[in-house]
């Protein structure tokens, strides 16, 4: 599984990347800044984009990632999880939360059709 992490500020992001590291240790695990991404989506192909809801990215910008985790503008860790379409909210998501939704994009991309 491959996870791009854009998620800022940065502390937040290096602290998410190591987390997914020492529990998906199989994971390739990339972190940018939103703004410094210039073709980095394309060229990594996540299958995972962890992000902040108003990081000023718009829809083309991830094209072709069915499953985003969107870090929601607040005072916590509240966040929307899109699953190809399939969407909901988890409010103060924690690492147990994150885990269970990686679970559930490792079951999505092992039953994707391959093109």
Do not use: W
């Amino acid at each position: 599984m491959r996870i791009l992490v854009t998620v800022k500020p940065k502390m937040y992001r290096e602290t998410l990347a190591l987390a997914l590291h020492e529990h998906r240790p199989d994971a390739e695990v990339m972190i940018a800044s939103a703004d410094s991404l210039d073709g980095q989506v394309r060229d990594f192909a996540p299958d995972l984009l962890v992000r902040n809801d108003n990081d000023g990215l718009s829809p083309e910008d991830f094209v072709g990632i069915a499953c985003r985790i969107e870090v929601l503008f607040s005072d916590g860790m509240d966040v929307r999880v899109n699953l190809d379409g399939r969407v909901r909210e988890i409010k103060d998501m924690g690492v147990a939360d994150l885990l269970a939704v990686l679970d559930e994009v490792e079951e999505f991309i092992s039953t994707e059709p391959v093109d």
